[in-house]
């Protein structure tokens, strides 16, 4: 009976949660709709409810956007703006922090987050995959030593995580992609597509 039940939790549970994210997703996603005038929202035009008309509108919303920027008369007309909105007091601090970390993320030229290092977290005797950051100037010239910014992110959520400064020597380069990575540490090393052993001492870089 014991087995059976958990061959069945085995199947629904991930099942369940992938169903459960999905429909959060397409409902949320669904309320970017209340944005258009009420004539015409779908619901009314069309008389019926249709579950993700919201992501389609989104998706070619930012698509469009995407297609304005690109060309001359778009980015002009962005750079004004986004200088206006720099200008307002504290959105515009709010906007450049956001717009920092969007860069860094979604950005092909950034070197933030571009590499996965090993450290030795949460005891000397332990270690733990982090991202590599950019360490600001002011705290470069505090240290003798080469030290690098990583951040440390938390299982299963790697939004959350732990900011240090560490020194490069004590640090162990992986040839990982961030996207690896990331489904490890979601997965809690259950998903990992380049598992290694670790070294018994830090290789230097």
Do not use: C
Request: glycine share 6%.
């Amino acid at each position: 009976m014991k087995k059976f039940l958990v061959t069945g939790l085995l199947v629904w549970v991930p099942l369940g949660i992938t169903i459960w994210v999905l429909n959060l997703t397409i409902t949320t996603m669904d309320q970017t709709l209340l944005l258009l005038p009420r004539d015409w929202h779908p619901d009314i035009l069309l008389g019926i409810h249709i579950p993700g008309l919201g992501i389609i509108l989104t998706f070619a919303v930012v698509l469009l956007t995407g297609l304005l920027i690109r060309n001359v008369f778009g980015q002009r007309l962005w750079a004004a703006s986004e200088k206006g909105m720099l200008h307002v007091p504290f959105v515009g601090n709010i906007y450049k922090g956001v717009k920092q970390v969007s860069d860094t993320l979604l950005s092909g030229s950034g070197n933030s987050f571009r590499k996965v290092l090993l450290v030795r977290y949460p005891h000397p005797d332990a270690w733990s995959l982090a991202f590599q950051t950019n360490v600001p100037n002011d705290v470069v010239s505090r240290f003798d030593e080469e030290y690098v910014a990583v951040f440390i992110p938390t299982t299963p959520s790697p939004v959350n995580g732990f900011y240090f400064f560490v020194r490069r020597a004590d640090t162990i380069v992986l040839d990982m992609t961030v996207d690896v990575a990331l489904r490890s540490i979601v997965s809690m090393g259950v998903v990992s597509d380049t598992p290694s052993a670790i070294p018994s001492s830090p290789t230097l870089s």
